[in-house]
């Protein structure tokens, strides 16, 4: 099932969390969702999960308007928050029981659901135990094991692996990569790496805009990128280089070293170098980082908006 937004805006009160955000992820896809805290990550995962209304643009499931559709769609939904599920009183079955009811899963399908998911997430030493009492790293999976009890084709997840051990990190990756191609995944986390090695895009939002839509792994085809050392000025460097394409800082900020995307080809860059007079030391051709592209995001909008 695809996922469609367009010209999303969501405000509280006086404060806009999502600005004219648009944006649509094939089915299938396995898309990251990246921004600082504030940026409005979360409140666009709620507005897909048909939890919160926009106040002005429109979603589409599969080509349902989510405003029209919103409770068949939910049964095609898996949407695991930042704050983990706390239930004081029923324990990780019966709590999974109860949200399979909740989900309209047959009743005869039920329990073989909730067995497979408590497998799966190994949760079979504290299935008995009351959810609340639970780990961090735990009630993380009992919300995920609650997010994929209804076998959804789009998958919504806000920092999915916070609180889980390292072969936890591990089986939940393998999980997504093993759903990807079958069931629509946009995951919103911190952890740059994580999106690398998973996603097929990185959606970067910066205080409720979408700044950036980048293809990642296989996909990437983009500009070239360059290391250049320099031994000159930075005051003279740095202009010509954001002519010559987009200029990446790099997060040592080693003196005379900079990187470049460009759709230059290296014999090109180096001729550009000598006749603007630089002294060149060394040049390399290098694949750039998701770290080194949204640095470069982050330097040309503070740029722009100087």
Same mark, same amino acid.
């Given at each position: 099932?695809?996922?469609t937004?367009?010209? $999303?805006t969501?405000r509280?009160?006086?404060?806009t969390a /999502?600005?004219?955000v648009?944006?649509?992820?094939p089915?299938?896809?396995?898309v990251g969702?990246l921004?600082?805290?504030?940026a409005g990550?979360s409140?666009?995962?709620r507005?897909?999960a048909?939890? /919160?209304p926009?106040s002005?643009?429109?979603?589409?499931v599969?080509?349902h308007?989510?405003r029209q559709?919103?409770?068949?769609?939910?049964?095609?939904?898996?949407?695991?928050?930042?704050?983990?599920?706390?239930d004081p009183?029923?324990?990780?079955? #019966?709590?999974?029981r109860f949200?399979?009811?909740?989900k309209?899963?047959?009743r005869?399908?039920?329990a073989?659901?909730v067995e497979?998911?408590?497998?799966q997430?190994?949760l079979?030493?504290v299935?008995?135990q009351r959810?609340?009492?639970?780990?961090?790293g735990?009630r993380r999976?009992v919300?995920?094991? &609650?997010?994929?009890?209804?076998?959804p084709r789009?998958l919504?997840l &806000?920092?999915?692996?916070?609180?889980?051990?390292p072969?936890q990190?591990?089986?939940?990756?393998q999980l997504?990569?093993?759903l990807?191609g079958e069931?629509?995944v946009?995951?919103?986390?911190?952890?740059?790496?994580e999106v #690398?090695?998973?996603c =097929?895009r990185a959606?970067v939002l910066r205080?409720g805009?979408?700044v950036? &839509?980048l293809a990642l792994?296989?996909?990437?085809?983009?500009?070239?990128?360059?290391d250049?050392?320099l031994? =000159?000025?930075? #005051?003279? $460097?740095r202009?010509?280089?954001e002519?010559w394409?987009r200029l990446?800082i790099?997060?040592?900020r080693?003196?005379g070293?900079?990187?470049i995307?460009t759709?230059?080809?290296a014999?090109?860059? $180096?001729r550009a170098?000598?006749?603007?007079g630089?002294?060149l030391?060394a /040049?390399?051709?290098c694949q750039?980082?998701? #770290? =080194?592209?949204?640095?470069?995001i982050e330097?040309?909008t503070?740029r722009?908006?100087?």
């Amino acid at each position: 099932m695809s996922l469609t937004l367009h010209q $999303v805006t969501r405000r509280y009160g006086a404060v806009t969390a /999502l600005r004219d955000v648009s944006c649509e992820i094939p089915a299938g896809q396995l898309v990251g969702l990246l921004g600082p805290n504030g940026a409005g990550k979360s409140t666009l995962l709620r507005i897909a999960a048909t939890l /919160l209304p926009p106040s002005a643009g429109e979603v589409w499931v599969n080509g349902h308007d989510l405003r029209q559709a919103a409770p068949a769609i939910r049964r095609d939904l898996g949407y695991l928050p930042e704050a983990p599920p706390s239930d004081p009183v029923l324990s990780v079955a #019966e709590y999974l029981r109860f949200r399979a009811t909740l989900k309209q899963i047959p009743r005869r399908e039920q329990a073989a659901r909730v067995e497979r998911q408590i497998d799966q997430w190994q949760l079979q030493v504290v299935r008995q135990q009351r959810v609340d009492r639970l780990s961090l790293g735990y009630r993380r999976r009992v919300g995920l094991a &609650d997010a994929l009890l209804g076998n959804p084709r789009v998958l919504l997840l &806000d920092e999915p692996t916070i609180g889980l051990d390292p072969l936890q990190v591990v089986e939940t990756r393998q999980l997504l990569r093993r759903l990807a191609g079958e069931v629509t995944v946009l995951v919103s986390t911190h952890l740059l790496a994580e999106v #690398e090695l998973l996603c =097929d895009r990185a959606l970067v939002l910066r205080r409720g805009e979408l700044v950036a &839509d980048l293809a990642l792994g296989m996909t990437a085809a983009g500009p070239n990128a360059f290391d250049l050392e320099l031994d =000159d000025p930075p #005051e003279r $460097v740095r202009p010509l280089l954001e002519q010559w394409g987009r200029l990446v800082i790099l997060p040592t900020r080693t003196p005379g070293r900079w990187r470049i995307e460009t759709a230059w080809s290296a014999p090109e860059l $180096v001729r550009a170098c000598v006749s603007a007079g630089f002294q060149l030391c060394a /040049l390399r051709a290098c694949q750039p980082t998701l #770290e =080194d592209r949204l640095l470069a995001i982050e330097w040309n909008t503070l740029r722009e908006a100087a």
